[in-house]
């Protein structure tokens, strides 16, 4: 049994539990006890000692994927398709249980949380590029990672595209939905690293009409400056193949465009 399923069981056992709750708006999301609204933004919705938990990456080691450790998968990578990928977070099990229950349990109250976690997480990319809050338009388009036909039948709702459209409306960005998966996957958590790398090859593509609407809408006229969102990163495979299928659609739409491709995800396993 999954944790989503358990969850779900869970929610619609004790629909009087989980409503009690939710009423209770001076309770802290996460455990329950009393929140504190000073904290900025979403972050009031946690109590001091859930804040205070939340395992923030200071400092990357890896400059590509922003690994806070050494990492094996970026020089095994012969040349990544994105320029270079930020985390909010460390994937513990905080945050596993945190995006568990609004992908699985469909606890809706977790987006705007997750969505702030996001938007720390731009703010220091943005940072590090030197990209000031004064630039109008920072990127030409966030574009989800796509989740397959039956997963968001399963789910109802694709997490990234959601996420990432509060952080577009937020920053006056648009959000195009330009990848579409080829195929249904095995859920990548269930895998080994190496069978991760060979199962994404191909597994994304771009929708040409898509394309044609980001190119149309980019701010400046001989570059772009893109970025992908997705929850979590654990090789980077996921984020590299739909790297790949958006830089080949580019250069057979627009072949003397320079475009770069970032990718931004909430935590980092
Ligand atoms: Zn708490
Ligand atoms: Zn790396």
Known sequence: MSVGSILRSFRRAFPAFTA????????CLVCGGRCEPRQQGHFGSLCRTCFRGIPWITRVYC????????CPDCVRRARAAFVLSRSAVRYDAAIRAWIAQYKYGGNEAFEPLLGELLTMAYRGLCAELRLPPSMPRRFDAVIPVPVSEARLLERGFNQAERLGGRL??????????????TRHSVK?????????????????????AAVAELLHSRSRPDSCR???IDDIYTTGSTVNAC???LADALRQAAPTLRFEIYCLTLARS
Request: hydrophobic share 45%; proline share 4%.
């Open 226 to 228: 893109l970025l992908l």
């Open 168 to 181: 577009a409306e937020s920053e006056g960005i648009p959000l195009v939905d330009a990848l579409r998966r």
């Open 188 to 208: 990548q958590s269930a895998k080994t690293r190496g069978a991760r790398l060979r199962d994404t090859h191909n597994l994304f593509r771009a929708d040409s």
């Open 63 to 70: 400059l590509i994927c922003g690994r806070p450790e050494h």
């Open 243 to 245: 790297a790949e299928a």
């Open 20 to 27: 009690l709750l939710a009423a209770n708006a001076n309770a």
